[in-house]
C-alpha cells in the first residue's frame, strides 16, 4: 500500500515475487531482476463499485492487476442503441 518511492528493497522483492505469480508474466518468463525492477512502479488504486478504470477507445496509460473484485469489459457495438448507457 505504500507509495513506490518509499518501499525497501524486502518489500520490492516480495512485490516482484508477487509478480512471478501471475499469468502475464509467467508466460513472457520475464527475469526477476527485471520483475524487481518493473516492481519498483506498481502503485495501488483503488476503484469503487461501478467506477470505470479505463474507457473503450482512449489511449491505454496504466496496466490493472485485479486483487479483489471483478471487471466487466463493455465494447462498443452501434447496433445497440444506447450501448454506452446499458451493462450486459
Known amino acids: 500500500m505504500k507509495e513506490p518511492e518509499e518501499r525497501s528493497q524486502p518489500e520490492l522483492e516480495k512485490l516482484a515475487a508477487f509478480l512471478t505469480t501471475i499469468k502475464f508474466f509467467k508466460e513472457r518468463k ?6 524487481a525492477d518493473l516492481s519498483q512502479f506498481f502503485k495501488l488504486v483503488v476503484k469503487d463499485k461501478g467506477e470505470d478504470a479505463i474507457t473503450y477507445g482512449e489511449p491505454g496509460e496504466n496496466f490493472f492487476i485485479i ?10 457495438n452501434s447496433m445497440i442503441k444506447g450501448w454506452r448507457h446499458e451493462r450486459f
Open 30 to 35: 520475464i527475469k526477476s531482476t527485471d520483475l
Open 67 to 76: 486483487l479483489k473484485g471483478q471487471v466487466e469489459v463493455l465494447v462498443p
